[in-house]
């Protein structure tokens, strides 16, 4: 009886002890974050070593796990809306946030990996009956623009001051694009390819040149407690991938 008396007193400590790490991710990011079929925003799970999310797939969804897990850490996983995660990370309620891009903004409130999760270039997608004169930017003066709502488009875009409206999600963004009532959609080019890929939208779409490009990170609020643990172990874990080979098993599946 003193055995199993001792056993509860030392449990506690031994869970306290536990590593682990809250991430915000969003839920319509093919194919780097995205549901599993039949499966709903607004999700939290609890995802310890050699587990996968019974909610989230994607090519960011296996570096940012897999490294987390090669360190010994457990992971409580929150899908929700890109602009509520965006927010929950800054504010410390969640501890971290993928796969985010920098921008000067962003700098001033959140601390960035090392390591990058992903890579995007910024472009703008047109009906093919459009008429435009690239010239970068400055071609898009006096256009309406559709924009994702929370989403980075670099420091040259921000500076731009062109006319934008907010969109809420890829699928909008098209459908208003394919019914004028924007004049153009500015996107990622490897997300927004592969939805126009999976949706088979019969050509209507042409795309610009990149504007810019970035790499998104793993990000953390600067006020968070041990923000920098939080990211080294992400950078100690994804390193780990890159010299065991798992990194571009990550990206063949994915491609």
């Known amino acids: 009886m003193r055995w199993i008396a001792l056993m509860i007193l030392i449990a506690p400590c031994v869970q306290s002890d536990e590593l682990s790490v809250s991430l915000a991710t969003l839920p319509d990011y093919p194919p780097f ?3 599993k079929p039949n499966m709903q925003a607004e999700i939290e799970e609890i995802i310890k070593p050699g587990m996968d999310s019974k909610a989230l797939q994607g090519y960011a969804w296996d570096i940012v796990k897999e490294s987390y897990h090669s360190q010994g850490y457990v992971i409580k996983l929150n899908i929700r809306p890109w602009p509520r995660a965006l927010k929950s990370v800054k504010t410390g309620s969640i501890d971290a946030l993928f796969p985010t891009g920098k921008n000067q903004e962003r700098e001033t409130y959140f601390d960035f990996s090392n390591k990058p999760v992903t890579q995007v270039k910024f472009l703008v997608y047109f009906n093919q009956s459009q008429q435009i004169d690239w010239k970068g930017l400055e071609s898009l003066q006096g256009l309406k623009l559709g ?8 420091n040259e875009w921000n500076e731009a001051g062109l006319k934008t409206y907010e969109i809420n999600s890829i699928k909008q963004g098209f459908d208003l694009l394919k019914l004028k009532r924007i004049s153009g959609f500015v996107g990622y080019e490897f997300i927004w390819d592969h939805y126009l890929k999976m949706n088979k939208p019969d050509n209507l779409f042409k795309k610009s040149p990149a504007f810019d490009a970035t790499f998104e990170y793993l990000a953390v ?4 407690p041990l923000s920098k643990n939080i990211l080294r172990a992400f950078d100690e874990g994804i390193s780990r991938l890159k010299q065991t080979g798992r990194l571009q098993a990550i990206l063949k599946k994915w491609k």
Do not use: D, E, K, P
């Open 147 to 154: 924009v994702m709502r929370g989403y980075n488009y670099g």
């Open 33 to 35: 974050c995205f549901l």
């Open 221 to 224: 609020s600067t006020s968070t």
